[in-house]
């Protein structure tokens, strides 16, 4: 019984665990001016509040506080470190990758596996949830916080 | 003649030989729904390959024996839970929540009115107290909340003021996040002193205790197929007979009608005034085999069984985790069933359902349909294991290690 098993390993990545213990970006902004967005996964309580700091085309800063599962938490983390600073162009295609990560894999997943399209080494810290779509339940898991960031820069428009 | 073996128990389930990561099946999700004996899928079975017809309709030979086995099906559940007038107490419904939206829309709303209260308590299954936020969205009903104590009780220590105004009193039977075990003898005779009546939700009580609605003194019992060894798409309704009569229809259409004219139409009597359009008619067979089941089994021994492993559990997980895994229910065996909600210090319930499924232990994490539960002890979630009668101390040791995988991991 001490074999934890690869899919397990996979989810449970040490950047995730990390990322779940020691979230990054926690904490509230003053809103306005920033953006305030609330993530809510009715089903298993989740529940994430994003707040973004966009001045000139570059998200400056972002916070998040919420609670929920290792994943939901630790990928609304990992989002913030990687969204951080950039001009809202490269957070839209940030945006696209992890969810061509999220949705891509499922399919080739369903297909026999092929090998996934999406490039690993462009997603950085990123690719380290890639192991959450072996486990479909939880994908909603991931894309929480990105839902909520999603609709917090359509808000822009 | 009632025999319990608990291994031949085990040995009468298919889905317990399976294997899920290189793991036997753990199976501790009785609460959500039970597995099912062989006789129950057989007689399942047996009724599609040879007996399947239409009831209430034909007069050819298999349509005969499909309506018999269907009417036989009420009588084997009147007798399982006592009903006074036999099986014209019994109502075939889809579920537990249906049966309680026939409550609420069918007599609720003939005899409840703005003002009448319906008591419930705050421990109650989303099925008993939504259908009575829709009554009140119509007409005006009030509905009351019995608390819960700190230690997971139904807190009775106001009742007879909350009973002020109550005409039904809507209480589980046991609740299925806690375990709690309710007082329902007492509250039946509580309730009629204030003149009101009482239902149960049996959903979690009927399928672990023997459930006589006499004894008891009850007036309303809701309970589903699922959680009793039986097929999914069955639930009961009973009342007593003079109630039943007076209610009036739920759902419209074929089956439950005496009459239909160009200007309207007469209901039929009894309970089918209550079953439009066709049946769960291999689900009324496949209950009926589960309660044969349980009757073989003996309601008394399930429940002996069923006490003795949770009690086991509650000692063990206490043993092991010191409290870093707290049990969000009674930490003893007085007046609880074999539900037993649990609270891992620091980690997330979806993540130890996670882990404990790559040890094939099947639980359930979440909410459980009890949202103003868990808000009263300050809980998003929590990871439920539940007993039945084909459980055994097995699945506990199983338990107990896959929680010790998930408290190192994320510790």
Known sequence: MSDLGSNLDDLYREIILDHYRSPRNRGELESPPAIRVEGFNPLCGDEIVVYLDIEDGILKNIKMVGSGCSISQSSASLMSSAVKGKTLDQVRATIAMFKQLMTVQESTLAHDGEAPKVDLRALGELAALQGVIKFPVRIKCATLAWNALVEGLDGLD | MTSFNAKRVRADIPQLNRVVFDHPITYLDTASTSLQPNAVIDAMSRYYQLRHANVHRAVYQTASEATAAYEGSREAVARFINAPGGAGEVVFTKNATESFNLLAKSWGAKNLSAGDVVLVSEMEHHANIVPWFQLRE?????????????????????????????????????????????????LAAVAHRHGALIAVDGAQSVAHAPTDVVALDLDFLVFTGHKMLGPTGIGVFWTREEILDAMPPFLGGGGMIADVRLDGYTPADGPTRFEAGTPPIAEAVGLNAAVLY??????????????????????????????????IGPGDMTERGGVISLDVEGVHPHDVAQVLDQFGVCVRPGHHCAKPLMRRFGLAATVRASYGPYSNTKDTDVLIEALGHAVKMFG
């Open chain 2, 138 to 186: 119509h007409t005006g009903i009030e509905v009351r909340f019995i608390p819960t104590t700190d230690d997971y009780r139904l807190d009775t220590s106001r009742l007879d003021e909350l009973m002020q105004g109550v005409k039904l009193l809507s209480i589980t039977g046991m609740s299925n996040v806690l375990g709690s075990i309710n007082p329902v003898r007492e």
């Open chain 2, 294 to 327: 349980l009757e073989g089994l003996g309601m008394t021994n399930v429940v002996r069984h069923e006490h003795a492993l949770a009690g086991d559990a509650l000692t063990r997980l206490e043993l092991e985790f010191h409290g870093r895994v707290r049990v």
